[in-house]
């Protein structure tokens, strides 16, 4: 089992950056698939972006593509967001997940409690 934080949401205006943390605790977090997801106020859930185990491969959603980037450090057991030209639509509470199956799957077994993201125009 794994459980996961996430941290470095905030206040920010349009075209600024963020970057969000996805901390784990576990000794075999390597071995899980992450995905950042979004949910904004009276939408459903969204897919942002899925990272595989070892951080070879990622994807991202069409909507935030050359914007945003996933990364991973195994040995800090954390899984990131780099979120630059931010739009007043990236507005949402950014959750992060873990499976230890495929990151493609989007089957995530484990979530983190959300971070908010504002952006403001």
């Known amino acids: 089992q794994v459980q996961l934080v996430e941290t470095g949401g905030g206040l920010v205006q349009a075209g600024g950056s963020l970057r969000l943390s996805c901390a784990a605790s576990?000794?075999?977090?390597?071995?899980?698939?992450v995905g950042w997801f979004r949910q904004a106020p009276g939408k459903e859930r969204e897919f942002v972006a899925a990272?595989?185990?070892?951080?070879?491969?990622?994807r991202h959603a069409d909507s935030v593509k050359g914007r945003f980037t996933i990364s991973r450090d195994n040995a800090k057991n954390t899984v990131y967001l780099q979120m630059n030209s931010l739009k007043p639509e990236d507005t949402a509470v950014y959750y992060c997940?873990?499976?230890?199956?495929?990151?493609?799957?989007?089957?995530?077994?484990?979530w983190g409690q959300g971070t908010q993201v504002t952006v403001s125009s």
């Open positions: 997940a873990a499976t230890p199956g495929s990151a493609w799957a989007q089957n995530y077994a484990y």
């Open positions: 576990g000794r075999t977090f390597s071995s899980y698939g």
């Open positions: 990272i595989n185990r070892d951080g070879s491969a990622t």
